[in-house]
């Protein structure tokens, strides 16, 4: 049995279900009745001197069911007022059976009918909880809801729990109160516990996600609170104070999110394929810049793909920091040692020592500077990590013997009009030139749109300056861009790590590029405001054009040479084998590049760029 097919049933049959079993509980628990009253399981000569009895009470009892309506009430929602429904119903019923035995004459004691209406109250609520029962074990064995933890077992936590029971997205677990009098009680049918005990229930309750539902606390404990919850590794949602919600008002902190899904302008792609499960379960990987966006995103996958063991490599001390603490607490509840480690792509030996110390047999490199303004201003730094150590991430990888190398590319490399772009594409030169000098390990690189909530792109800009009233700022009227959410970004890498040939370059088809305007718009929208029309000055949000920046095209492309490109197992990724330069050229790019970053001098580093990257040109100002 499965739970989409009990909910797919219409509510019509579900309630002929429940009319049908109250029915059937009628005669079944009056032959109980008669059977306690004489203590006996087959009272069968009393059932046969009253079966008028059960003819007329199966009868008149399904007529007052349906009357009552007993088979309306929703599984999900059953709570006190619906056992309350059935044990009027039941009262009801016994008073029949009373009068029904009088009316007919029929000789016994008239206990029978009180201990009947007592036996269909019990039965009917019972065969309910039963149902609560199966419907739950379904859910935890399918996985369909999110488990939840609910801190505060007041009047809030409580109406939380209760909403909670109806939806299909969540399932209340526990209560987590600091009310040491209601630790050890149940509260609307979950356990109270203790906060000092919240981390280890998470583990063992597979609990993720934290609901604060204290709505009247202070800020500077709700702060504190959130201060010490961040560390489960679990998300964490606050429920606004009952004033706000009365008045309509949500304070600053409390703006509802805009989910990425909703901006795309397409389905969501499903990258989730089986493939991805048996490249990763077992292996060592190492995730350089496990601390970004999509490293980060990539380690927190990669705990539902079994690996042996994951290595976060970062630079940032506060980037590790922060990931280490996010994803700790689900590694070790799936068995999945963590292993943290400082440096830098750039760093040869400290590269290497890590690899060959924890054994790397994957790696997947998305370190990287990607902002282009930036970038552009701070060229031979962006080169160095970007081109450098992708190179020295790659060649250490290929002499370790790794199975695996991906390298986290860029739309913004295919006739890139900024430096960062340019820089990429080189870096997919490199990996293209190693590939063909190594057999044993497969290398291959993943080519992203803009993904929408990563850090730098234009969901938390649009959302911090919505935040704040506006305006919101979009460079230009046509600018336009591919779009994924952090979620398929990782996915994505993860799946060309699974189908690698080697020298191949991946793409997602993402459909039509979005305007960055109409994201703007659809934003302001989706936040429950209006955008300003700068003609009448109605609305709540201005939007404002202030002109590319240095580097930055109208659109971009995914593909050198769209003629490249091949299909792979999965139908909404593509692959690409596009033009790579010879050995000895990308040596001698390699040599002039580190010739550059030695004298400190920007405009050799340019001049290299505009000779070798197929495509560069630098963008004409655009108001």
Request: hydrophobic letters at 45%.
């Given at each position: 049995?499965?739970?989409?097919?009990?909910?797919a049933?219409?509510?019509?049959?579900?309630?002929?279900?429940?009319?049908?079993?109250?029915?059937?509980?009628?005669?079944?628990?009056?032959?109980?009745?008669?059977?306690?009253?004489?203590?006996?399981?087959?009272?069968?000569?009393?059932?046969?001197?009253?079966?008028?009895?059960?003819?007329?009470?199966?009868?008149?009892?399904?007529?007052?069911?349906?009357?009552?309506?007993?088979?309306?009430?929703?599984?999900?929602?059953?709570?006190?007022?619906?056992?309350?429904?059935?044990?009027?119903?039941?009262?009801?019923?016994?008073?029949?059976?009373?009068?029904?035995?009088?009316?007919?004459?029929?000789?016994?004691?008239?206990?029978?009918?009180?201990?009947?209406?007592?036996?269909?109250?019990?039965?009917?609520?019972?065969?309910r909880?039963?149902?609560?029962?199966?419907?739950?074990?379904?859910?935890?064995?399918?996985?369909?809801?999110?488990?939840?933890?609910?801190?505060?077992?007041?009047?809030?936590?409580?109406?939380?729990?209760?909403?909670?029971?109806?939806?299909?997205?969540?399932?209340?677990?526990?209560?987590?109160?600091?009310?040491?009098?209601?630790?050890?009680?149940?509260?609307?049918?979950?356990?109270?516990?203790?906060?000092?005990?919240?981390?280890?229930?998470?583990?063992?309750?597979?609990i993720?996600?934290?609901?604060?539902?204290?709505?009247?606390?202070?800020?500077?404990?709700?702060?504190?609170?959130?201060?010490?919850?961040?560390?489960?590794?679990?998300?964490?949602?606050?429920?606004?104070?009952?004033?706000?919600m009365?008045?309509?008002?949500?304070?600053?902190?409390?703006?509802?999110?805009?989910s990425?899904?909703?901006?795309?302008g397409?389905?969501?792609?499903?990258?989730?394929?089986?493939?991805?499960?048996?490249?990763?379960?077992?292996?060592?990987?190492?995730?350089?810049?496990?601390?970004?966006?999509?490293?980060?995103?990539?380690?927190?996958q990669?705990?539902?793909?079994?690996?042996a063991?994951?290595?976060?490599?970062?630079?940032?001390?506060?980037?590790?920091?922060?990931?280490?603490?996010d994803?700790?607490?689900?590694?070790?509840?799936?068995?999945?040692?963590?292993?943290?480690?400082?440096?830098?792509?750039?760093?040869?030996?400290?590269v290497?020592?890590?690899?060959?110390?924890?054994?790397?047999?994957?790696?997947?490199?998305?370190?990287?500077?990607?902002?282009?303004?930036?970038?552009?201003?701070?060229?031979?730094?962006?080169?160095?990590?970007n081109?450098?150590?992708?190179?020295?991430?790659?060649?250490?990888?290929?002499?370790?013997?790794?199975?695996?190398?991906?390298?986290?590319?860029?739309?913004?490399?295919?006739?890139?009009?900024?430096?960062?772009?340019?820089?990429?594409?080189?870096?997919?030169?490199?990996?293209?030139?190693?590939?063909?000098?190594?057999?044993?390990?497969?290398?291959?690189?993943?080519?992203?749109?803009?993904?929408?909530?990563?850090?730098?792109?234009?969901?938390?800009?649009?959302?911090?300056?919505?935040?704040?009233?506006?305006?919101?700022?979009?460079?230009?009227?046509?600018?336009?861009?591919?779009?994924?959410?952090?979620?398929?970004?990782?996915?994505?890498?993860?799946?060309?790590?699974?189908y690698?040939?080697?020298?191949?370059?991946?793409?997602?088809?993402?459909?039509?590029?979005?305007?960055?305007?109409?994201?703007?718009?659809?934003?302001?929208?989706?936040?429950?405001?209006?955008?300003?029309?700068?003609?009448?000055?109605?609305?709540?949000?201005?939007?404002?054009?202030?002109?590319?920046?240095?580097?930055?095209?109208?659109?971009?492309?995914?593909?050198?040479?769209d003629?490249?490109?091949?299909?792979?197992?999965?139908?909404?990724?593509?692959?690409?084998?596009?033009?790579?330069?010879?050995?000895?050229?990308?040596?001698?790019?390699?040599?002039?590049?580190?010739?550059?970053?030695?004298?400190?001098?920007?405009?050799?580093?340019?001049?290299?760029?505009?000779?070798?990257?197929?495509?560069?040109?630098?963008?004409?100002?655009?108001?």
């Open positions: 049995m499965k739970l989409s097919d009990c909910k049933l219409p509510r019509s049959v579900k309630r002929a279900i429940f009319f049908v079993t109250d029915t059937a509980l009628v005669p079944i628990g009056l032959y109980a009745a008669f059977g306690l009253r004489y203590g006996t399981l087959a009272p069968l000569d009393r059932v046969h001197d009253a079966f008028v009895l059960f003819v007329l009470m199966t009868m008149l009892g399904a007529l007052v069911i349906w009357k009552c309506r007993l088979p309306q009430i929703k599984l999900n929602a059953f709570e006190m007022r619906a056992a309350t429904k059935i044990g009027v119903v039941a009262a009801a019923l016994a008073v029949l059976a009373i009068s029904l035995s009088y009316i007919l004459k029929l000789s016994g004691p008239r206990s029978v009918p009180l201990i009947f209406g007592t036996l269909f109250f019990l039965s009917s609520v019972g065969v909880i039963a149902g609560q029962t199966l419907l739950t074990w379904l859910e935890d064995r399918e996985g369909t809801r999110q488990r939840v933890a609910i801190y505060g077992a007041g009047a809030g936590g409580i109406q939380m729990a209760a909403a909670l029971r109806q939806s299909s997205e969540a399932r209340p677990v526990l209560f987590v109160d600091d009310n040491p009098n209601l630790h050890g009680l149940m509260a609307a049918g979950l356990p109270v516990y203790a906060p000092g005990k919240l981390e280890q229930l998470v583990r063992r309750h597979r993720e996600r934290v609901l604060l539902a204290m709505p009247s606390i202070s800020e500077e404990r709700r702060r504190n609170l959130i201060d010490d919850l961040s560390g489960l590794g679990v998300e964490m949602q606050i429920l606004p104070s009952y004033i706000d009365m008045s309509g008002k949500q304070p600053d902190h409390q703006m509802q999110p805009v990425p899904d909703a901006l795309l397409r389905d969501k792609v499903d990258l989730d394929t089986p493939e991805i499960a048996k490249a990763y379960a077992g292996r060592v990987v190492m995730v350089t810049g496990a601390g970004g966006s999509i490293g980060s995103e990539l380690c927190r990669l705990i539902n793909r079994n690996p063991r994951i290595v976060l490599f970062e630079q940032s001390e506060y980037a590790l920091y922060a990931i280490d603490r994803i700790r607490a689900r590694a070790d509840a799936a068995g999945i040692p963590i292993v943290a480690r400082l440096g830098s792509v750039a760093d040869k030996s400290r290497t020592s890590v690899m060959e110390q924890e054994g790397v047999e994957i790696v997947l490199h998305a370190a990287a500077y990607k902002h282009v303004p930036l970038v552009e201003e701070n060229e031979l730094e962006g080169a160095r990590n081109v450098l150590g992708t190179r020295i991430v790659a060649e250490a990888a290929a002499a370790a013997g790794v199975e695996r190398f991906i390298l986290v590319s860029t739309d913004k490399a295919v006739r890139p009009t900024n430096i960062m772009g340019a820089t990429k594409r080189m870096a997919e030169l490199v990996v293209q030139d190693l590939q063909t000098r190594n057999l044993r390990t497969r290398l291959a690189m993943v080519r992203f749109g803009n993904v929408l909530g990563s850090s730098g792109s234009v969901l938390p800009l649009f959302e911090k300056q919505i935040e704040q009233g506006g305006p919101v700022t979009v460079t230009h009227k046509d600018v336009t861009r591919f779009f994924m959410t952090i979620p398929e970004a990782a996915r994505l890498v993860l799946l060309a790590g699974a690698a040939e080697g020298g191949d370059v991946f793409v997602l088809d993402m459909g039509e590029p979005q305007k960055i305007i109409d994201i703007a718009r659809r934003m302001i929208e989706l936040s429950g405001r209006t955008v300003k029309n700068p003609k009448t000055g109605q609305g709540d949000v201005a939007i404002k054009i202030t002109g590319l920046r240095p580097g930055e095209k109208l659109y971009e492309e995914l593909l050198i040479d003629a490249s490109l091949r299909r792979t197992p999965h139908a909404k990724i593509l692959r690409a084998q596009e033009s790579m330069f010879s050995q000895i050229e990308v040596a001698a790019m390699l040599r002039e590049l580190e010739m550059a970053l030695a004298e400190a001098d920007s405009d050799r580093l340019r001049g290299l760029i505009a000779r070798k990257v197929e495509g560069y040109h630098i963008q004409e100002a655009v108001g």
